[in-house]
């Protein structure tokens, strides 16, 4: 009588060949979520240098300007953005310095 079945060493190299493409998967995925949040990061500082740009712009004199302040520029925004991976925004008081993250730095 001649079974076909599967031998315990074919098993195990399905299962390793499964393990090193989820290994491959999951690093892709952790790159992929790493660039959003640098990007959403990127647009949150943009959102505040237009807010005190805009600002700057009605208070010629003014140089800074407090977050209660800038919300009116923010367009429905109640609290200043945040960092997605909880970097703290530096600079978002002084008008002619730029919004800078303390993970992501001040590149927009």
Request: aromatic share 4%; hydrophobic share 40%; with cysteine.
């Amino acid at each position: 009588m001649n079974k076909k079945a599967f031998t315990f060493v074919e098993i195990l190299i399905v299962v390793a060949i499964i393990g090193v493409l989820a290994v491959g998967v999951t690093a892709a995925l952790n790159n992929m979520i790493d660039s959003s949040n640098t990007k959403h990061c990127q647009s949150n500082r943009a959102s505040i240098e237009m807010a005190k740009t805009a600002f700057h712009r009605d208070h010629p004199t003014a140089t800074t300007a407090t977050a209660a302040q800038l919300l009116p520029y923010m367009r429905g925004q109640s609290a200043l953005p945040t960092c997605p991976n909880g970097g703290v925004y530096t600079n978002t008081s002084d008008i002619d310095s730029v919004t800078s993250c303390t993970i992501h730095g001040n590149t927009l």
